[in-house]
């Protein structure tokens, strides 16, 4: 079977060690990497020498990229675009495809990542989804499989999988535990197999167990992978820690020799390395200027009024990006807003891991909105959740955590989960409203959490993710392959999950 593994930067590790399992029993892998790792990073290029050693096939965007820094004449074919919107795109156009790229809508992270101009951006967009379709008609997969859902190539791979009737597996983070689970539909809401699965499932002593863990223990969290604790220490948004660590990135931005002695010039996707510099001490600026307004733009307490909580993404991610036709948070913030009745209110606070990437002025026009309150990025989510009439977002571990609460969800996107969220999108955001705040309105059905929660804890695999992308040549990363591998094995013997659940 000719197998497409499609890799984003590190996968790459875990994906040859499969690669070669795969080899071994008879199939016939290619190695497809989705981002620039193989032209921007010394360790992407030690990575591209592996394959060829280990005799495993590989494509990267390396020809895309030295065709768009050998042009400045950015003619981008709209017919191409708008055909290949119109044959491949199922779920995503090609301005929603856009918005699943990890630099294209910058994330706060300008000057750090540009274009010279819209035309570049686009004509880079056209130049990656031909690049696609190229490897796609050569390689004629019969499987495509991949580590997560980040982020515009994978996206790009999926709506053709669509198209094309083509199989793609996509292993995804379980939001409970270190589980991970393979999905048929990238991890985009439920398929009718997931779902069949869940409503059999019968709730056991161990998600009883677990959930009573959640509810009684303030610093356990669903989702073990979280940085957010690391993050969310007041100490280190200290001048002293923040120029400590602004140090160490001027010094990796140094020892990068791809990025000192860049050929390109104005380079969108490599960095221009007094763009990096200057990022660098922008983030470190405003970190250190959020440790000492803290107090001045973020409330410490929770609203003496009625409130639903909206946590914020970090960016880039898949929640945000893959997960959701909804980027601009802000937008959301502005249309709830505007939808809450008298006396209430909406608390938003901002994920740690953004500190620094966003400019004050970000947080500044947020607190302009009357009925915004925003809270202090540090204070703890559960307690949040305990307090509020319900939780609203994208598609983030919040809305499981506040269902687990009790409290009524409403998701803007399609987080795994969808099917113990009772409201979604805009046009039960109303509804969601309405119930939160007393009003005679039914909760739409929704599976109970403690399914989901029994089927992760036994339907997983339990792996040490950042072990098996970052252990590299390790046992720990090797018998994690091996389990990953196996269920991919017997998955392939009995075709589509929806005929086997």
């Known amino acids: 079977m000719k197998i497409m593994l499609l890799a984003f930067e590190v996968e790459g590790f875990p994906l040859l060690e499969l690669a070669k399992m795969l080899k071994e029993e008879g199939h016939d892998p290619v190695m497809v990497h989705c981002d620039l790792y193989a032209v921007t990073r010394q360790r992407g290029e030690q990575l591209m020498a592996r394959y060829e050693r280990e005799g495993i096939s590989y494509r990267n965007l390396k020809q895309p990229y030295q065709q768009l820094h050998n042009t400045t004449d950015y003619k981008v074919d709209w017919n191409y675009l708008r055909d290949f919107e119109k044959r491949e795109c199922h779920s995503k156009g090609i301005e929603q495809l856009r918005l699943t790229h990890e630099m294209f809508g910058h ?58 009737k083509t199989r793609m597996l996509t292993l995804v983070i379980s939001r409970v535990r270190s589980g991970v689970y393979f999905s048929e539909i990238f991890g985009l809401g439920s398929s009718p197999a997931f779902r069949q699965a869940l409503e059999k499932k019968v709730p056991g002593e161990s998600a009883k167990e677990f959930i009573d863990h959640f509810i009684h223990n303030n610093s356990f969290s669903t989702y073990d992978g979280s940085l957010t604790e690391i993050m969310a220490k007041a100490e280190k948004y200290k001048a002293g820690p923040v120029l400590k660590e602004l140090r160490r990135r001027w010094g990796v931005i140094y020892r990068n020799k791809q990025i000192r002695f860049n050929p390109h010039g104005e380079n969108y996707m490599t960095g221009i390395p007094k763009l990096l510099y200057r990022h660098a001490l922008r ?47 802000d937008d959301l913030i502005r249309y709830i807003s505007k939808e809450l009745p008298a006396g209430t209110c909406i608390v938003v606070k901002e994920n740690p891991l953004m500190i620094g990437d966003r400019p004050s002025s970000y947080y500044r026009r947020l607190t302009e909105i009357p009925n915004v309150y925003l809270i202090d990025p540090l204070a703890s989510s559960k307690e949040i959740l305990a307090a509020c009439a319900g939780v609203s977002g994208l598609s983030g571990t919040a809305l499981l955590e506040g269902t687990i609460l009790g409290k009524p969800a409403h998701c803007f996107g399609l987080p795994e989960f969808i099917d113990i969220v009772p409201f979604r999108g805009y046009e039960q955001f109303p509804d969601f409203v309405r119930h939160c705040f007393g009003e005679d309105t039914p909760l739409p059905k929704a599976l109970p959490v403690e399914k989901y929660i029994q089927y992760m804890l036994d339907e997983s695999i339990h792996v040490n993710w950042r072990e098996m992308l970052y252990g590299q040549g390790s046992e720990q990363q090797k018998s994690d392959v091996r389990l990953v591998g196996e269920r991919l094995l017997h998955l392939m013997t009995l075709g589509s999950l929806d005929d086997h659940p």
């Not at 000057?111 to 690049?131: D, G, H, K, V």
């Not at 495509?144 to 996206?155: A, C, H, P, Q, S």
């Open 107 to 164: 994330n706060f992270r300008y000057p750090r990542y540009r274009t010279a101009s819209n035309e570049q951006l686009y004509f880079w967009m056209e130049l990656m989804i031909r690049w696609c379709e190229a490897q796609w008609d050569d390689i004629k997969p019969d499987l495509i499989f991949t580590l997560e859902r980040n982020y515009f190539v994978k996206n790009v791979f999926h709506q053709m999988s669509i198209a094309r």
């Open 283 to 329: 983030n470190a600026v405003n970190q250190i200027h959020f440790g000492r307004s803290r107090e001045r733009v973020f409330r410490r307490g929770l609203p003496d009024k009625p409130f639903l909580y909206f946590p914020l993404h970090t960016l880039p991610e898949s929640s945000a990006l893959t997960l959701s036709n909804e980027y601009y948070e």
